[in-house]
């Protein structure tokens, strides 16, 4: 009785109003999550001008409000839009134009799907991405001499689904100019018997992309939009793309300012000298949905070919200890640098050797700095003595599905000790006081509810582990949520537009169709985005 009093004089009050306010969008119906600070829910919101106007329930905002647009959730769930912290956007557009080698299970499998790739292309230079030998039953790399049987004149380069080896052949070698003498810091030319096998690790992988066609604005352009498209689809607002040049930010910037973009960009400048030069000159910039700030480094390799930096030997390849692709001293030299500008530094980190060497340099070069929110990207493999460096200042950014997708041979690589402090994103939660999640697309999938289920159940999409591959790592639902909202958007100095659903801010939000929050455990990966909006405006709906 008391509430429909209540409700009949909020009626009587605002209906003798003379007029109601002017808004565009209402959205009613809906289970909120707003992320706010108290972690509130609600059934509707009001959307003016692209940004949250009022959050509340639907009756007193019908009656206070006159919408040009009315969007029912029909009692689905909505959460702020969702933000992947560490993504590489470019290279997901650039898998949907190459040999996608993702998921193959032998050497063979990936021969086969150049072979047909080739047919269909006829390219002039092949170029693939995404095998991994750890998932074949022969978990030994590749070599060349398949390749340069099948493509004796036409090169090949196909990358592991890390980035961080590269198998070639013979006249990608001969084109690249690389040999059994050829040397370079932070890599390996694999040789055998004294000759190039057509594997390389890291830097090397550098002189053979110097090599590829070059790439027409057109092209480029088609790229970033394939990309934008699966992100939008998969409910992502916001996109950390980790490691970009100047052109291609660029051109992200202008295509946002024609209208041709809608996804925002915190785009992390590549660590090169022409980019430096350029962007630490120039200042930040920031657009409503661009912001540089930031400069992307790369400690070391990957774990998966061992590239990783480690203070001891692996496990399973006694006097292999991975190497560093910047030293701790350029490590040093750059934080200056980058600190000096204004800008953040977000670097890869590995092993438990690149993690200590990262966080010496940042603790020692923010010390005088109030609010760096500088990052370790990855954070895999941190000695537990060394996680105490961690802080408000020294970031965690990590990728819940790299757990999942190692947990099968981690161990066997780097023992039952160093195991202990991997992937522990509980304890560098409990540290730093946040975590920052995301994805490393197109390493990892770039469904978010992937990343979800893996930060809480740390089980992969067969739900193995039955209990979770360490368990007490995991996050609960609610931080998971925050990871990748407002969390992310703290780390991006963004906290004050996105990352919750509160007044003033954008009105970037995502609509599932289930409640991930309350849902059993094991069906959050089948969990649908039904449409994602960016500033109010519906930029994919899974109707159309």
Not at 4 to 25: G, M, Q
Not at 117 to 136: H, L, S, T, V
Not at 287 to 310: C, E, F, I, Q
Not at 427 to 433: K, V
Request: hydrophobic content about 40%.
């Amino acid at each position: 009785m008391n509430k429909l009093y209540y409700l009949l004089i909020i009626f009587v009050v605002i209906s003798c109003a003379p007029n109601k306010i002017e808004a565009d969008l209402l959205v009613k119906n809906a289970k909120v999550y707003t992320v706010n600070s108290l972690f509130d829910t609600a059934k509707a919101f009001v959307v003016k001008d692209g940004k949250i106007l009022e959050v509340g329930i639907k009756p007193e905002l019908e009656l206070k409000y006159k919408f040009k647009d009315v969007y029912d959730a029909n009692g689905m769930t909505i959460v702020p839009g969702l933000i992947d912290a560490h993504a590489h956007l470019f290279g997901l557009g650039m898998t949907q134009q190459q040999v996608n080698l993702v998921g193959t299970k032998s050497y063979q499998e990936v021969l086969d799907k150049v072979i047909a790739f080739q047919k269909e292309k006829n390219a002039a230079y092949i170029i693939g991405r995404g095998w991994d030998q750890n998932d074949w039953d022969i978990k030994e790399f590749p070599t060349k001499v398949e390749l340069d049987s099948l493509f004796p004149d036409t090169p090949v380069s196909l990358r592991r689904v890390d980035g961080h080896a590269m198998i070639v052949n013979s006249k990608a070698l001969e084109l690249a100019g690389i040999t059994s003498e050829t040397k370079m810091s932070g890599g390996e030319v694999i040789l055998r018997d004294g000759k190039p096998t057509g594997l390389l690790v890291d830097s090397p992988m550098k002189l053979v992309g110097e090599t590829f066609p070059e790439m027409t604005l057109e092209a480029a352009i088609r790229v970033l939009k394939d990309a934008e498209t699966i992100c939008l689809e998969n409910g992502l607002t916001t996109v950390n793309d980790a490691g970009a040049d100047k052109m291609v930010i660029e051109l992200i910037d202008s295509l946002q300012q024609a209208g041709g973009m809608s996804l925002r960009l915190y785009s992390m400048v590549s660590n090169s000298e022409e980019n430096l030069d350029y962007f630490l000159n120039k200042g930040i910039i920031k657009t409503d949905r661009l912001n540089v700030r930031s400069v992307k480094v790369y400690g070391d390799g990957a774990l998966g070919s061992r590239g990783a930096a480690m203070r001891k030997p692996y496990s399973d390849q006694p006097g292999q200890f991975g190497a560093m692709i910047t030293t701790e001293a350029e490590l040093k030299e750059l934080a200056k640098r980058i600190a000096t500008a204004g800008y953040q530094m977000n670097t890869h980190a590995i092993g438990d050797s690149a993690n200590i060497s990262v966080l010496r340099v940042y603790d020692e070069v923010l010390k005088n700095e109030t609010d760096p929110r500088w990052k370790v990207e990855h954070a895999q493999i941190v000695t537990p003595s060394d996680v105490a460096l961690f802080s408000e200042k020294i970031l965690p950014s990590v990728q819940p599905t790299h757990a999942t997708s190692d947990m099968y041979w981690a161990e066997d690589r780097i023992g039952s000790e160093r195991i202990k402090g991997a992937y522990s994103y509980k304890t560098l939660l409990n540290e730093s006081g946040i975590v920052v999640l995301g994805t490393d697309f197109p390493v990892e999938q770039v469904n978010p509810m992937f990343t979800f289920y893996a930060a809480v159940a740390r089980k992969d999409l067969e739900h193995y582990p039955e209990e979770g591959f360490r368990k007490e790592e995991g996050l609960t639902r609610e931080e998971t949520l925050k990871g990748m909202t407002i969390w992310a958007a703290y780390s991006n100095f963004e906290e004050n537009e996105k990352g919750s659903i509160e007044v003033g801010k954008f009105a970037d939000f995502t609509v599932l169709d289930r409640d991930i929050m309350t849902i059993e455990v094991d069906s959050i990966p089948t969990t649908k985005v039904l449409a994602t909006f960016i500033n109010g405006k519906k930029v994919f709906s899974s109707s159309n």
